[in-house]
């Protein structure tokens, strides 16, 4: 009968081990929330992961990303958790009336993200561009009327996917500027590489009333895409492991409690004989 217990006591301690792995072995989702009060940036992450080496750029009138002067560098930034950056004087260029800036970061396992946002966003266009991502890149057309487009600024973070965590680590925040697209001057279909990630693009068309957006959904997710990028499998199914971790726990539990029973009943342990 000891024998029994002892088997009982194993049997509900490997029950009990995959509800006892931390919640941060499962993925989760980041996004932030932003304000804009003078020259401070405030950056605030919610979701339900944290977020590593959090930095912040702003576009400025040449279509580079300006990285912003953090007050407070983190490595880790946590749910809730605000992050505030120097915001510097608007320059003159007409694209910087829009205020656009980007916050990259990198998720637990090292894969690193970006998140496009506005200040003052302009209006969705009237007209809009055939604009897709075709084999892994980003193609647009020309307008059929330069007079009314008569250039777009392409806005995406660069994701290059899940391809660097394979080597050595460096979290080194790598953003292209943005690129500018004359219609006046280009008349053929311009491909653009935005990484094997495929982010979602906004594209920004100068028109006669000023600056209007077109999102182009992106790539992976859009009809006929190749989908979400492949992980490790068993990171993909995490939820299952900790699924079946819990019925374990239940199974262990109920045999616990009835070898507890039938030793009851069986007498155990009986009393020695004087």
Request: glycine share 10%; proline share 9%.
């Amino acid at each position: 009968m000891k024998a029994l217990f002892r088997r009982a006591a194993a049997m509900l301690l490997l029950a009990l081990m995959p509800g006892l792995l931390p919640p941060a072995a499962f993925a989760g989702s980041i996004a932030y929330t932003f304000s804009l009060t003078g020259n401070e940036l405030t950056m605030t992450l919610q979701g339900d992961t944290s977020a590593y080496y959090p930095a912040a750029f702003r576009l400025a009138g040449s279509g580079d990303w300006e990285k912003l002067e953090p007050l407070g560098p983190m490595a880790e930034q946590t749910k809730g958790v605000a992050m505030r950056f120097r915001w510097p004087d608007q320059g003159t260029a007409p694209i910087e009336a829009v205020k656009a800036f980007m916050v990259r970061f990198f998720d637990s396992s090292g894969v690193g993200f970006g998140q496009v946002a506005f200040f003052a966003a302009p209006p969705a266009a009237a007209r809009t561009t055939n604009a897709a991502y075709v084999d892994g890149q980003l193609r647009l057309h020309p307008p059929n009327d330069p007079n009314l487009i008569r250039a777009t600024w392409v806005i995406a973070p660069l994701e290059e996917g899940i391809a660097p965590i394979a080597g050595p680590l460096s979290f080194v925040h790598r953003q292209p500027a943005a690129r500018r697209i004359d219609w006046g001057r280009v008349l053929t279909p311009v491909a653009i590489d935005n990484g094997p990630g495929q982010p979602l693009a906004l594209l920004l068309h100068e028109t006669p009333a000023g600056f209007e957006s077109q999102t182009i959904q992106g790539g992976r997710s859009q009809p006929g895409g190749p989908g979400a990028e492949q992980r490790t499998p068993w990171l993909k199914s995490a939820a299952l492991f900790y699924a079946a971790g819990l019925v374990l726990l239940l199974a262990g539990l109920a045999f616990a409690v009835f070898a507890a029973v039938f030793a009851r009943v069986k007498g155990w342990p009986r009393s020695k004989a004087a």
